[in-house]
């Protein structure tokens, strides 16, 4: 019975010390990562472990003695574990390092066709871009990344694009060359003859400014008419009619709502506006108003030049306001 009692009071003795031996240990900690090196974006895993400690940190936030977290970190970052106990400390770091990839710069192109015009007639401006989030043309505007458009310059003009990204911004440019067409042939000297009296500018207007037709239910332009609006544009842009100021007219025929018509007739009226300025008529002589279906006649379909017919309600008029005073 002694021997026995011998041999558990060694046995505690021998626990007890290893509990003081315990207490009195120092904590330790290690860290470590899935990958040291990624691009930014990717993610990496960091794990960690400790012994003896009452509080971990794993750069700033405590976390558990054993464990394992995903981050995305956006440039390089050490990951360091602090463990303590009482006034004890231990810590480990893990450094990642992150590639920053840079965006790809923007290309862009523009060119125009036929490159030389005589005042009057239009050409076609085209452009691509890539890698570019705003694209602008100045004289323009905002355009979509690839597109092409028919201007209508009345002096030579150089249009530049400008494409902006991520990666920086790039341009390009086409240049215009406008001439005046040639004089007409020199005519023979003939009697004089007593010249008729000149129509007044508001009768010439009315004689050109022919009405707009449009389709059923359309607010896009069909090819006659963007031909008419060719040869109405040449007349605006002559020297003495360039002060001329006008009204353009939606009118829509009878049927539907009137609330639908007045906004297809605002979008008849402002397409023949757009095709104007395209051909370079200065666009603050031009204003634009929407009747809908209130000027409405026709009671069946027919023939634009028949009236009334639906197919004369759907058009666009002009109206003179002022300007194009002759000396």
Not at 34 to 48: C, D, F, L, Q
Not at 302 to 323: C, K, N, Q
Request: glycine share 8%; with cysteine; charged share 30%.
């Amino acid at each position: 019975m002694n021997r026995n009692f011998s041999q558990l009071s060694l046995l505690l003795f021998v626990l007890l010390i290893s509990v003081l031996i315990s207490a009195c240990a120092p904590p330790t900690a290690k860290v470590k990562v899935s990958r040291n090196e990624i691009k930014a974006g990717e993610p990496v895993t960091v794990s960690w472990e400790t012994k003896n400690a009452k509080s971990i940190e794993l750069n700033g936030q405590n976390v558990e003695k054993l464990g394992a977290k995903s981050f995305n970190p956006k440039d390089t970052t050490t990951y360091e574990i602090v463990a303590k106990r009482g006034k004890k400390l231990a810590r480990d770091r893990a450094l990642v390092k992150v590639e920053i990839v840079k965006p790809p710069a923007p290309t862009a192109m523009l060119s125009a066709d036929p490159s030389a015009i005589e005042r009057g007639q239009t050409t076609k401006l085209k452009w691509a871009t890539e890698n570019a989030k705003i694209i602008t043309i100045e004289g323009i505007g905002e355009v979509a990344a690839t597109g092409e458009r028919q201007v209508g310059p009345s002096v030579s003009t150089t249009y530049t694009l400008t494409g902006t990204g991520d990666g920086g911004s790039a341009n390009a440019s086409a240049r215009v060359t406008v001439t005046d067409p040639p004089p007409p042939p020199v005519v023979a000297d003939r009697p004089r003859t007593t010249k008729p009296e000149e129509p007044s500018i508001a009768d010439q207007f009315r004689n050109v400014m022919k009405p707009i037709y449009f389709d059923y239910n359309k607010s896009e332009l069909k090819k006659s008419e963007e031909d008419k609006l060719r040869r109405i544009a040449d007349w605006l842009n002559q020297d003495r009619n360039r002060t001329i100021a006008f009204r353009a007219e939606g009118n829509c025929d009878p049927r539907g709502t009137a609330e639908y018509n007045l906004g297809l007739g605002d979008r008849r009226a402002r397409t023949v506006k757009d095709f104007l300025t395209s051909l370079g008529v200065d666009p603050t002589r031009i204003e634009t108003v929407s009747y809908g279906l209130e000027k409405a006649q026709g009671t069946d379909e027919g023939s634009p030049e028949v009236v009334p017919s639906w197919a004369h309600d759907r058009r666009a008029d002009f109206i003179y306001l002022r300007g194009g005073d002759r000396p």
